[in-house]
Antibody
């Protein structure tokens, strides 16, 4: 069974930083693209970032480009999202999601999410 | 960036009725479109990928159609557990984008 468990959420001040982690199990982690998707309170889904499997190519939403960095440690089955220069509009539940197949970004398994609140 | 517009925003139906949800893209996404279902407090669930393929363990009452810019998710006969919010998502171009969602509520 695929399991994805996020950690690292919390309260940050505007301009501050947080690092999210997502620990994966139940599948060949290194073979799959992994993703971060966020959902602001009461709002819809917003794709944030994707990292490919072993090659590690990365993609970002314009809203986070230059501020967020996605990375992975395949030896630890862990996905990361380093978030710098946080803004109030980054407040959301951040979920990691597994791609349905190694290189195709549809999301077939999701974690329960980590709440990030950006406020002074 | 490809914009996905979902309509209607809310659909009020009774169990047993059929539902038709629309997703329109601002430019062609070929057949590279997925549909997700999200219930309150839960993670989204992949229903349909590549416009018309049901994901694993998705009941046959869910079907998808369309290509290019116009897509439809059809639920043939609503079960009580189908009342939820539905999102479309395209993977034809980066950045990936989601539609704003359609809420299917009990009438």
């Amino acid at each position: 069974e695929v399991q994805l468990v996020e950690s690292g959420g919390g309260l940050a001040q505007p301009g501050g930083s947080l690092r999210l982690s997502c620990t994966a199990s139940g599948f060949a982690f290194a073979s799959y693209a992994m993703n971060w998707v966020r959902q602001a309170p009461g709002k819809g889904l917003e794709w944030v970032s994707t990292i490919s499997g072993s090659v590690g190519g990365t993609y970002y939403a314009d809203s986070v480009k230059g501020r967020f960095t996605i990375s992975r440690d395949n030896s630890k089955n862990t996905l990361y999202l380093q978030m710098n220069n946080l803004r109030a509009e980054d407040t959301a539940v951040y979920s990691c999601a597994k791609a349905r197949s190694p290189s195709i970004p549809y999301f077939d398994s999701w974690g329960q999410g980590a709440l990030v609140t950006v406020s002074s | 960036e490809i914009m996905l517009t979902q309509s209607p925003a809310t659909l009020s139906l009774s169990p047993g009725e059929g539902a038709t949800l629309s997703c329109r893209a601002s430019q062609s996404v070929a057949s590279y479109l997925a549909w997700y279902q999200q219930k309150p407090g839960q993670a989204p669930r992949l229903l349909i990928y590549d416009a018309s393929n049901r994901a694993t363990d998705i009941p046959a009452r869910f079907s998808g159609s369309g290509s290019g810019t116009d897509f439809t998710l059809t639920i043939s006969s609503l079960e009580p557990e189908d009342f939820a919010v539905y999102y479309c998502q395209q993977r034809n171009n980066w950045p990936l984008t989601f539609g704003g969602g359609t809420k299917v509520e009990i009438k």
